[in-house]
């Protein structure tokens, strides 16, 4: 069994900066495209940023220039730094692994950007 535990959510003021991790454990034996989603109220889940196993990223346009993704393959670990954030950020960000066996998710952590 596949489990994905987020951290690092949070209120922060407009131009704040956060980073989000997530790890992940249970039957992971190498590098998987990992990522972030994120949900806000009302609205569709929208991919935020993804890296595939061999580290290429892939943002979409709203976060570019402002968030990095990274991952520790060692780890099992994806990462999610938000620079210049925005109240339009505001939204719950879940991480996910896609495996051969399916795509997997975390259970998300709350971003409110607010002054």
């Known amino acids: 069994q596949v489990q994905l535990v987020e951290s690092g959510g949070g209120l922060v003021q407009p131009g704040g900066s956060l980073r989000l991790s997530c790890a992940a454990s249970?039957?992971?034996?190498?590098?998987?495209?990992m990522g972030w989603y994120r949900q806000a109220p009302g609205t569709q889940r929208e991919l935020v940023a993804a890296i595939s196993s061999i580290g290429i990223t892939n943002y979409r346009e709203a976060v570019k220039g402002r968030f990095t993704i990274s991952r520790d393959s060692a780890k099992n670990a994806v990462y999610l730094q938000m620079n210049s954030l925005k109240p339009e950020d505001t939204a719950v960000y879940y991480c996910?692994?896609?495996?051969?066996?399916?795509?997997?998710w975390g259970q998300g952590t709350q971003v409110t950007v607010s002054s």
């Open positions: 249970g039957s992971i034996f190498r590098p998987y495209p």
């Open positions: 996910y692994i896609t495996l051969s066996s399916g795509t997997y």
